[in-house]
């Protein structure tokens, strides 16, 4: 991480249209056929924006898409098509606004994107571990008795989720719902594309003693039809990531993301009451910051060592 850089709140490429800011990244337009993403040091819990930068961050979590885009695109293991153009981001920028870009962007294929968030999960954690406490299942996938929190789960489930427009929460849906949204032959594809790139990268990074419990991917599609794995590709922020040393099931383990800052964020008090996980956020002590920004780097560290 390239603590010397400073930190990035919100980009401000006044060179080129601005056509929308998610949680983390701001998108602009280049021509009409392609996309440059920069990746800002935002981070958000529970749908909230932090009114802090994690100093790094957008660095980091571009670093990390792109050695994942390496490994399992068509330099790799060529599961997918990918979202990337090979040009270098600094190119489409002046030479004023290129600090804003070096390192922390990805110029890509201008796509139409397909509405559904394509989460796996090998792991039973998180929602999908509150979701099988009250009816043994996920998202309609029907799973084994007796397990518990953190349990590897006998394979990796494929349990989507319609995305929500800002700000609001994504809401988990079944298979089938996706199959009525998006058509039968799309849907399978993205499922067993999913589940297939889950496995590849599961597999790598047990090599580095890196647990992935789950992930989410996002696809499009180009103007051929073609489906295109794009956004952001397995990051702490789109993965729940855990030291396999430190697994043990039943427990929540410690993990390579925002779950410190989530943790931090339960017990904080705003105007003395508890947080209520809306705006505005509390504000991020230092602490809270350099940890969540050590948890990000030493995962990239393992990854790539």
């Given amino acids: 991480m390239t603590q010397s850089q400073a930190a990035l709140h919100t980009s401000n490429?006044?060179?080129?249209?601005?056509?929308?800011?998610?949680?983390?990244?701001?998108?602009?337009?280049?021509?009409?056929?392609?996309?440059?993403?920069?990746?800002?040091?935002?981070?958000?819990?529970?749908?909230?924006?932090?009114?802090?930068p994690i100093p790094g961050?957008?660095?980091?979590?571009?670093?990390?898409?792109?050695?994942?885009?390496?490994?399992?695109g068509p330099n790799g293991l060529n599961i997918c098509p990918i979202h990337l153009t090979g040009d270098a981001p600094e190119s489409v920028v002046t030479a004023a606004e290129v600090p804003q870009v070096a390192g922390r962007s990805m110029l890509v294929k201008r796509l139409k994107p397909i509405m559904v968030e394509a989460v796996v999960r090998g792991y039973l954690a998180?929602?999908?571990?509150?979701?099988?406490?009250?009816?043994?299942a996920v998202c309609g996938v029907k799973l084994p008795a007796g397990l518990k929190n953190a349990s590897k789960l006998p394979e990796p489930i494929y349990t989507p989720a319609a995305k929500a427009e800002m700000g609001d929460h994504d809401e988990n849906i079944t298979f089938d719902k996706t199959v009525e949204m998006i058509g039968a032959d799309l849907a399978t594809r993205i499922r067993d594309i999913s589940i297939a790139l889950y496995k590849a990268a599961s597999a790598f990074a047990a090599t580095k003693g890196i647990i992935i419990a789950d992930t989410k991917f996002e696809f499009g599609l180009d103007q051929d039809?073609?489906?295109?794995?794009?956004?952001?590709?397995?990051?702490?922020?789109?993965?729940r990531y855990w030291p396999a040393e430190s697994y043990v099931e039943g427990i929540n383990p410690p993990s390579y993301d925002k779950q410190f800052l989530r943790d931090w964020l339960e017990t904080a008090l705003v105007a003395g009451k508890p947080w209520s996980k809306s705006p505005p956020a509390p504000h991020l002590p230092r602490e809270v910051i350099e940890k969540t920004a050590a948890k990000y780097q030493e995962a990239l560290t393992r990854l790539t060592s």
């Avoid at 949680?23 to 990746?39: C, F, P």
């Avoid at 660095?59 to 399992?72: G, R």
């Avoid at 998180?126 to 009250?134: A, D, F, L, T």
């Fill in 13 to 52: 490429i006044t060179s080129l249209p601005l056509l929308a800011r998610g949680k983390v990244r701001d998108n602009y337009a280049v021509g009409d056929d392609r996309i440059l993403m920069v990746a800002s040091d935002r981070v958000s819990a529970f749908d909230v924006i932090m009114g802090q």
């Fill in 57 to 72: 961050k957008g660095v980091l979590l571009t670093q990390m898409a792109l050695f994942w885009f390496d490994k399992l």
């Fill in 126 to 136: 998180g929602s999908g571990w509150k979701e099988y406490q009250e009816n043994g």
């Fill in 225 to 239: 039809g073609t489906l295109v794995l794009m956004d952001e590709v397995l990051t702490p922020d789109s993965s």
